[in-house]
């Protein structure tokens, strides 16, 4: 699939980090304790598109730590050093624990199967082997995705609604020049690693009907509802 590349690097309107906030940064550091980040032990980098438009591709790096051997979670940032800014969350959870969702919940979670297959998840940095041992779990799962922050856009803040996001199900799917870019800068094959993947199997059921949006795209809009607050009635915007 031919397109642009349409990943970027939004530049925040606001002034330098002041030193004296940067000094009580590492103060609250140092005192405080952060166990929910702390326990993020994994980078995976994939690309996520637009429920309702494919043609909006993003390059995504997870962030992820398990809860336990069923749910993992993720912050997604644009990119991933320590400039990196926070776009989104991913929830990912095993087949057993998706099969046990609402059939009206299960539209909003994708499937990985082709995107361990295909070789476009990877972890950058660690070797391929390793890789792949991790990945024959990570095939049988579900992930759902929100981003808050339309960087493909050139967005400069996180406007607008929080949007979910799908993955790659299929080839002729991804941009190929937004693959290559990654490709290149990762130094690895995306083909050499599907082959070396073949053997890896996706869901023991197969891949759910209605997961993948059952096939179709999928918004998040606004529509005015009547609110009901100290019973009076107002009308705001969900």
């Known amino acids: 699939m031919e397109g642009v590349n349409v ?6 309107p606001a002034e330098p ?33 637009y429920g309702h438009d494919m043609t909006r591709q993003v390059e995504a790096h997870h962030f992820c730590g398990h809860l336990n051997g069923d749910f ?8 991933p050093d320590d ?9 990912i959870v095993s087949e057993e624990l998706f ?10 979670w994708h499937s990985h199967e082709f995107e361990v297959k295909s070789g476009v998840l990877f972890m950058p940095g660690v070797p391929g082997p390793v890789q792949r041992k991790e990945f024959e779990k990570v095939a049988k799962t579900y992930g759902k995705v929100i981003h808050f922050w339309q960087v493909d856009k050139g967005d400069n803040l996180p406007l607008g609604i929080p949007q979910v996001m799908m993955a790659l199900t299929k080839d002729g799917q991804p941009y190929e020049n937004l693959a290559q870019d990654v490709e290149n800068r990762y130094n690895i094959s995306f083909e050499e690693e599907r082959e070396n ?4 199997k996706g869901p023991s059921h197969g891949i759910h009907p209605m997961a993948n949006a ?11 509802v009547e609110c009901c607050k100290e019973g009076k ?6």
């Open 7 to 12: 990943s970027t690097h939004p530049e925040i």
């Open 17 to 49: 980090t002041q030193i004296g906030t940067a000094l009580l940064e590492k103060a609250t550091a140092t005192i405080q304790g952060f166990d929910p980040v702390n326990k993020i032990h994994q980078h995976l980098c994939a690309f996520h598109f």
């Open 72 to 79: 993992r979670q993720c912050l997604i940032y644009d990119r």
């Open 83 to 91: 400039d990196g800014q926070l776009i989104g969350v991913e929830y």
């Open 99 to 108: 099969l046990t969702l609402p059939d009206d919940e299960k539209q909003f």
């Open 197 to 200: 993947r073949a053997c890896i």
């Open 214 to 224: 059952a096939g179709k795209g999928l918004q998040t809009v606004l529509r005015e």
């Open 233 to 238: 009635s107002t009308r705001v915007f969900v």
